[in-house]
């Protein structure tokens, strides 16, 4: 009997993620976000893809770092020849510099406008467009109304998007599935080579719905999302103290 339950209980949650915002969408198995371990934060241990995500920011360096983990989400769902909208106000990406992700600088259509109020609205009506792999739109203040209004549009279009947020004056409730601070790391240097090492992050994932919160230190590597041990994170700790 209680196995009975459990599988009852399981069932019933399955159908009760397409009411809060996962739906499944035609190239799921196409469009995979692998993060390894921390893939089992979200329901059905997977990127909520045809959703709505919020990056908070609160300055320059944490909004540079949060384009590049998003480039790093882009890379996977555009692999299969997906275009990507960009809507800013002041463009501070550097376009070749997406090729570090897989990302093809032309896949990317860079839209600038001066109004929240004109990102808003042209986020809104690309997020409509199935023919896109996903939409980000950078903007300072976000409202629930305009953020419920992105999640029934992405439901229609399975079409994901990123709310990019600098220095938000309150960090308000949202329909978002997921919001996310994303800080830098330094890089480690391997086998003594001169440059900089690779993209390092501390993704923490402060609100899931019907997932798990946590902070993870993750980098970029071979063209994936790779989990760091502290093990790996201590020399640079026993540095600054050197220091």
């Not at 009975?4 to 009411?19: G, M, S, V």
């Not at 570090?100 to 001066?114: A, H, N, S, Y």
């Not at 439901?155 to 329909?175: C, E, W």
């Not at 994932?205 to 093990?231: A, C, D, M, Q, Y």
Request: hydrophobic share 40%; charged share 20%; aromatic share 10%.
């Amino acid at each position: 009997m209680a196995s009975t339950n459990d599988n009852i209980i399981a069932q019933l949650r399955k159908d009760i993620l397409p009411f809060q915002g996962f739906r499944a969408t035609a190239n799921a198995s196409c469009t995979d976000v692998d993060f390894g371990h921390i893939n089992e934060s979200f329901p059905n241990a997977r990127f909520p893809i045809g959703a709505i995500h919020e990056f908070c920011c609160t300055g320059l360096e944490d909004a540079a770092a949060s384009s590049g983990f998003i480039a790093g989400i882009l890379s996977a769902l555009m692999k299969n020849g997906g275009v990507c909208l960009w809507i800013g106000s002041s463009r501070k990406i550097f376009p070749m510099g997406l090729k570090t992700f897989g990302i093809d600088p032309e896949k990317i259509i860079f839209v600038d406008l001066q109004k929240e109020k004109d990102i808003l609205w042209t986020m809104e009506e690309a997020l409509k467009c199935d023919g896109l792999a996903a939409v980000l739109g950078e903007m300072r203040e976000f409202s629930f109304t305009a953020s419920r209004r992105f999640q029934l549009a992405v439901d229609q279009s399975g079409v994901t998007g990123f709310i990019l947020r600098l220095n938000p004056r309150n960090l308000n409730t949202t329909a978002c599935v997921t919001r996310w601070r994303i800080t830098s790391l330094p890089s480690i240097l391997s086998d003594d080579m001169p440059g900089v090492g690779f993209f390092r992050w501390n993704a923490e994932l402060l609100k899931v719905r019907n997932g798990k919160p946590g902070s993870w230190p993750i980098e970029w590597i071979k063209g994936r999302f790779r989990h760091i041990s502290n093990i790996e994170i201590m020399p640079y700790e026993q540095e600054k103290k050197i220091g």
